[in-house]
């Protein structure tokens, strides 16, 4: 099985035991976790114990990629497009940079402004109308190995 390309937001450290499940296959290799600098942003505001999970993964399974002019291009058209609103930008831009970064899986406990049916269609929508592949979404327990 192929190693897959994951791209994560805080609420995915910050989930409790069942969320950690997801960086135990981390760690073994399963998954490489694509990390933005979105993310690095909030977990500069997030409590130790959230930040230690990002920092206590092997380096090889940690990938960091940055905001570019096309994600935020992107982002911008998830926000006209209305699948999120201003207040929900951040969110946007986890998508957008995923996206750009043509990572396998955004893994997210976000459910009202990613993991969700209408959202997740949003997304695709705009992506399709913009030429991009869309990264499959999920909660870590739809990933994770029971």
Same mark, same amino acid.
Request: glycine share 6%; charged share 20%; aromatic share 6%.
């Given at each position: 099985?192929? @190693? ?11 989930? /409790? ?8 296959? $981390?760690?073994?290799?399963?998954? *490489?976790?694509?990390?933005?600098? *979105? ?10 114990? *959230? ?20 994600? @935020? #291009?992107?982002? !911008?058209? %998830?926000?006209? #497009?209305?699948?999120? /609103?201003?207040?929900? #930008? !951040? ?5 957008? *940079?995923?996206? @750009?970064?043509? $990572?396998?899986? $955004? ?6 402004? @990613? ?7 949003? %997304?695709?929508? $705009?992506?399709?109308?913009?030429? %991009?592949?869309?990264?499959?979404? %999920? ?8």
């Amino acid at each position: 099985m192929p @190693i897959l390309r994951c791209s994560e937001d805080v609420s995915t450290t910050n989930s /409790g035991p069942r969320a950690l499940r997801f960086f135990e296959e $981390v760690r073994v290799g399963r998954f *490489v976790v694509v990390v933005s600098d *979105v993310t690095l942003d909030e977990l500069e505001l997030a409590p130790e114990r *959230v930040r230690a999970v990002l920092a206590e993964l092997p380096a090889a399974q940690v990938e960091i990629v940055s905001t570019s002019p096309e994600s @935020i #291009a992107l982002r !911008n058209a %998830y926000l006209e #497009a209305g699948v999120v /609103g201003p207040a929900s #930008a !951040n969110d946007a831009s986890h998508i957008a *940079v995923a996206t @750009i970064s043509n $990572v396998d899986l $955004v893994v997210s406990w976000n459910f009202k402004h @990613i993991v969700h049916f209408e959202k997740i269609g949003g %997304y695709e929508g $705009v992506n399709s109308l913009h030429g %991009y592949r869309s990264p499959r979404i %999920y909660s870590p327990l739809e990933i994770v190995t029971l």
